[in-house]
């Protein structure tokens, strides 16, 4: 993959990021396992000094961690619903006077209820007052496993699949949707998903800010669907899938026509959403940082933090929450 820039002291610079993520082996889960290591890679350079230079030093255990999120699905039953919200199970109305907080939706709803329908809009928001009081702490671990983790979940929530029931087109005979969605595009097509991106900027409001990156990746769940039923009316049932070999088991997936047939359709929309995630996670993983009273990290301190899963990090962990430190984002 390439990033370039210019470089300039102002905040307004642009950045150009060019989407190299051809045959990066993507899979079903949210972006792909490459697309999150890519976006929390690539935020490290939107990033202002002196956070860029700690970021950067660490930026190999950001882009591993990554994926830690969906990976801890594998073991913890309440992982799941923090990487999605299905919207359309909420009425318009409804969705509207959501709270903002968490402890306050819990007094409105059951939590059974609200988990079964994601609760992806409080955990981020969650997990930024982590990252907070991490910098406070100057608890190195813990800002980069956390700064990852917010990384992943904001990420998701650019994702319009990530935001309905129907995820996967299961109840709309469109099954695999998902993985066409957002790991066949980026896997062709990727090396043309050019954008250009700003500097990081200060974030006033995460939790009204998410509502607004969700809200408007979800206007785009109608297209995502119309799309996928048109590419198969105008591509030959004949050329809509091609063979793969998955190990020793031969598969198939859609073909390239056909993927190219959807991406065309999109408009390019998942170049787009590919690029906002870069753009948002360095803006909240920088704000965090300036709220802690931007605290001086240094890049090189430290083991090889690649390989590393303390104790320390739990404790301080259990510390923050017997602390207060849950979600009170203004």
């Given at each position: ?63 591993e961690r990554a994926v830690s999120a969906d990976q801890r699905r594998a073991w913890d039953p309440l992982e799941a619903p923090c990487h999605f919200m299905d919207m359309d199970r909420w009425g318009d109305s409804e969705r509207l006077a959501l709270p903002l907080h968490w402890d306050s939706a819990v ?65 709309s005979g469109q099954h695999g949707l998902h993985a066409l969605l957002e790991s066949r595009i980026p896997e062709y097509f990727g090396d043309t998903m050019a954008q250009t991106l700003r500097r990081a900027e200060i974030v006033k409001h995460p939790a009204h800010q998410l509502w607004q990156i969700m ?116």
């Amino acid at each position: 993959m390439l990033l370039l820039f210019k470089p300039s002291p102002r905040w307004w610079v642009f950045i150009t990021v060019i989407v190299g993520l051809c045959g990066q082996g993507f899979n079903a889960y949210s972006w792909g396992f490459a697309a999150h290591r890519y976006i929390n890679e690539s935020a490290v350079y939107a990033l202002p000094s002196p956070l860029r230079e700690f970021f950067e030093y660490h930026r190999l255990v950001l882009k591993e961690r990554a994926v830690s999120a969906d990976q801890r699905r594998a073991w913890d039953p309440l992982e799941a619903p923090c990487h999605f919200m299905d919207m359309d199970r909420w009425g318009d109305s409804e969705r509207l006077a959501l709270p903002l907080h968490w402890d306050s939706a819990v007094q409105c709803y059951s939590e059974k209820l609200l988990r079964s329908r994601g609760i992806l809009p409080w955990h981020a928001p969650r997990v930024y007052r982590r990252l907070v009081w991490a910098f406070e702490q100057g608890n190195h671990q813990l800002i980069l496993r956390t700064a990852a983790d917010l990384g992943h979940y904001l990420a998701d929530a650019h994702v319009p699949l990530h935001l309905c029931s129907n995820y996967n087109g299961q109840n709309s005979g469109q099954h695999g949707l998902h993985a066409l969605l957002e790991s066949r595009i980026p896997e062709y097509f990727g090396d043309t998903m050019a954008q250009t991106l700003r500097r990081a900027e200060i974030v006033k409001h995460p939790a009204h800010q998410l509502w607004q990156i969700m809200n408007d990746a979800y206007a785009h769940l109608e297209r995502v669907f119309d799309c996928e039923c048109q590419c198969r009316s105008q591509v030959p049932s004949h050329e809509q899938y091609a063979p793969f070999r998955r190990g020793n088991r031969l598969l198939r997936q859609e073909s390239i026509p056909f993927v190219l047939c959807y991406h065309r359709c999109l408009g390019g929309l998942m170049g787009r959403q590919l690029a906002s995630s870069v753009a948002h996670v360095a803006d909240w993983w920088m704000s965090a940082w300036v709220e802690a009273g931007q605290p001086m990290l240094r890049a090189r301190w430290g083991p090889d933090l690649s390989k590393t899963e303390s104790f320390e990090e739990e404790d301080a962990e259990d510390r923050w929450k017997g602390g207060g430190g849950e979600d009170h984002d203004p």
